[in-house]
């Protein structure tokens, strides 16, 4: 079955930095999201893409944040500038179509960011 | 506020019990997916409902959604240590992307 794979599993970086998460969505979805989790805590939306443009960001995704999908195949997060805050498991998710409610969104492992 | 309230927060029951976990809205649920999560990993997609009323189940897990599409239940039976983990319920609600409510942790007591 096709699957969401993300890259690297584990990334430690230091405050200040810039890490790009990368993502391999289902080849024939549409619908690219990057959630966030961190520990202990709820699993909360970042940013949708569709047709190669932000079709919604939440107030997490500020202009330190940033996604692009610069082939047909990989969707990119790049955090410019990382901060403490920013250790997190981000999770890449895809989903066929949005419109008519019923493509679920299938989830990748996670990429665990470490800011120290 | 897109806000999905689950409850309980957590559970912990004894191999072979029933248990139901609950997802709220104060809007109209669109769509409802039931996840579940393994600690460290990705979310598993279980179950999708759309309409009022409708009811879904795979093996001993069963998922409804109520007539108003407001809330969803999600219900084992005779639950097993191999169904421990995090529930979550995803939301399609009108004009936003997928929100997730808080999550039940589940532990199965052997």
């Known amino acids: 079955e096709p699957e969401v794979t993300q890259t690297p599993s584990h990334q430690v970086t230091q405050m200040g930095q810039e890490v790009i998460l990368r993502c391999v969505p289902i080849?024939?979805?549409?619908?690219f999201y990057w959630y966030r989790q961190i520990l202990g805590q709820k699993v909360e939306f970042l940013v949708s893409?569709?047709?190669?443009?932000?079709?919604?960001k939440s107030e997490i995704f500020d202009d330190q944040f940033s996604v692009e999908r610069p082939d047909g195949s990989n969707f990119t997060l790049k955090i410019r500038s990382t901060k403490l805050e920013d250790s997190a498991m981000y999770f890449c998710?895809?989903?066929?179509?949005?419109?008519?409610?019923?493509?679920?969104?299938?989830f990748g492992n996670g990429t665990r960011l470490t800011v120290t | 506020s897109q806000e999905l309230e689950q409850s309980p927060q957590s559970l912990i029951v004894q191999e072979g019990k029933n248990l139901t976990i609950n997802c709220t809205s104060s809007?109209?649920?669109?769509?409802l997916y039931w996840y579940k999560q393994k600690y460290g990993e990705g979310l598993i997609f279980l179950m999708m409902?759309?309409?009022?009323?409708e009811e879904k189940s795979h093996e001993k897990i069963t998922a409804k959604l109520d007539e108003k599409k407001q809330q969803s239940s999600l219900h084992i039976t005779a639950s097993q240590p191999s169904h421990a983990g995090i529930y979550l319920c995803?939301?399609?609600?009108?004009?936003?992307?997928?929100?997730f409510g808080a999550g039940t942790r589940l532990t199965v007591k052997p």
């Open positions: 998710a895809s989903r066929w179509e949005r419109e008519n409610y019923n493509s679920p969104l299938h």
């Open positions: 080849s024939n979805h549409l619908y």
């Open positions: 893409f569709y047709n190669n443009e932000i079709s919604e």
């Open positions: 809007k109209t649920l669109y769509g």
């Open positions: 409902l759309q309409k009022g009323g």
């Open positions: 995803g939301a399609d609600l009108q004009g936003y992307d997928m929100r």
